[in-house]
């Protein structure tokens, strides 16, 4: 078995409480709940996360597959440089902006998920694990291999190579020389 790759699974528990604290403060907000400044924040605290956390990290091993339009989140993010591709930065980061969002009952499920994902961060921190972007790569144009020099003439089902009708260009009257004897 391999190594848990312990940031992907912070990654997606870090983005899904984002959203949850970004809905809980506009549920908040809009619903001019008591507190509701701690909403406020949660907004504003769940847009972030969610901008920070969108960009994926490229995998140890493996595939890398990022998501749809992250490529300018990702020069965004890579442009701040050990303060966002370190884990133990993002866990600290994570711990203190979901205590804000524990003051208010809309948020509190955000916070609670956002300390998870904090936790998990830790954890790859811990791992040694760190944030890698992943870079458009070029694409490499293949030759196709030496066994594939034309494409089949007959079409399917094709019989094997020994039993197949060959050609006949020299023969006056038959189109095809059959390899099997024909009986009188």
């Not at 920070?52 to 993010?77: F, N």
């Not at 961060?121 to 030496?146: C, D, F, M, N, S």
Request: aromatic share 10%; with cysteine; hydrophobic share 40%.
């Amino acid at each position: 078995m391999g190594k848990i790759e312990w940031a992907m699974w912070a990654n997606e528990q870090a983005l899904a409480s984002g959203l949850i604290l970004l809905t809980g403060g506009v549920v908040g907000v809009a619903g001019q709940f008591r507190g509701w400044q701690f909403a406020a924040y949660a907004v504003a605290a769940g847009a972030f996360v969610c901008l920070l956390e969108y960009p994926r990290s490229k995998r140890t091993k493996g595939t890398s597959v990022e998501r749809t339009g992250q490529y300018c989140l990702t020069v965004c993010v890579k442009s701040f440089g050990p303060l966002t591709r370190n884990y133990y930065v993002r866990a600290f980061l994570h711990a203190a902006l979901c205590v804000p969002g524990g003051f208010m009952l809309a948020t509190v499920l955000g916070c609670v998920c956002l300390g998870i994902a904090s936790l998990i961060y830790l954890a790859a921190a811990i791992r040694g694990e760190h944030w890698e972007p992943i870079l458009p790569r070029k694409e490499v144009t293949r030759k196709p291999p030496q066994s594939v020099k034309e494409p089949p003439q007959n079409p399917p089902p094709r019989p094997p190579p020994d039993t197949r009708r060959k050609r006949v260009d020299d023969l006056e009257g038959a189109a095809y020389d059959n390899p099997i004897p024909v009986g009188d």
